[in-house]
């Protein structure tokens, strides 16, 4: 039975068992093995406009600090069009990104997954005054980590219920905070949650990351993919993967 190290080997174990569909990205690429990883569906970097796989063994980041490494589906919102001209234009949501999309039709079509899932919530308000046009991931990243995310956690059931784990408000955005304490707080199941996240306020400025997945300590990669990751391939960027993994 395969033992999950970090996040870097099992992202990479998951793509070379289905033949290497996916492009391996890591969030810090100079400290690999600490880093979150996403597989992407396509060539494309950065990838925010895509729902990708995401992979994350940092302890701070696993829900109820649980020891192994957390993975699922990430999809990220970004910026709006109305502040183009302050920011890089990779930044800046357009047509083609999946957020939309996913959030409007999601509770409908959510894919059926073994429980324990989590779900993951990072608002980040990116001030005008602390943009900067560099728009590598790495620095966009950085920008985020500076201001500091107004996050949440829950768990999820198999009838998309969801219930609070913990939250965490930075305070430096009112319009935000408030938000979170009035609606994120409440948000009973995932359609509620999603609405919420929808109407934003500060929305126009703000970057919003979304995680659903579950936390694995060892086990087949096969059966991690079949059960775990394959359900969310409709909603993975522009390539399709295989249809079955190796143990």
Not at 199 to 216: A, N
């Amino acid at each position: 039975m395969n033992e999950f190290k970090n996040a870097n080997t099992l992202a990479h174990a998951v793509n070379d068992s289905l033949g290497a569909p996916f492009v391996p990205r890591p969030f810090n690429r100079f400290s690999p093995d600490e880093s979150l990883w996403w597989l992407v569906g396509c060539s494309d970097w950065p990838a925010y406009k895509y729902g990708k796989l995401f992979f994350d063994s940092r302890p701070e980041q696993i829900p109820s600090h649980q020891t192994g490494i957390y993975c699922g589906f990430n999809i990220e919102k970004g910026l709006s069009r109305r502040v183009a001209g302050l920011y890089s234009k990779e930044l800046i949501e357009g047509d083609d990104w999946d957020w939309e999309r996913f959030t409007g039709s999601i509770s409908a079509e959510f894919p059926a997954l073994p429980p324990p899932q989590f779900v993951s919530v990072a608002v980040s308000y990116i001030p005008t005054d602390t943009a900067r046009y560099d728009d590598s991931p790495e620095s966009f990243l950085a920008q985020k980590e500076s201001f500091g995310a107004s996050q949440a956690e829950f768990t999820l059931d198999t009838h998309q219920r969801l219930e609070l784990l913990s939250m965490d408000v930075n305070q430096n955005c009112s319009d935000i905070a408030q938000h979170f304490e009035t609606r994120i707080r409440a948000a009973a199941n995932l359609s509620s949650l999603v609405a919420d996240l929808r109407t934003f306020p500060q929305s126009d400025w703000s970057w919003v990351d979304l995680y659903i997945g579950t936390v694995v300590g060892k086990g087949p990669v096969g059966r991690l993919w079949n059960d775990c990751l394959k359900p969310w391939s409709a909603w993975l960027g522009t390539s399709r993967p295989a249809s079955r993994g190796r143990a």
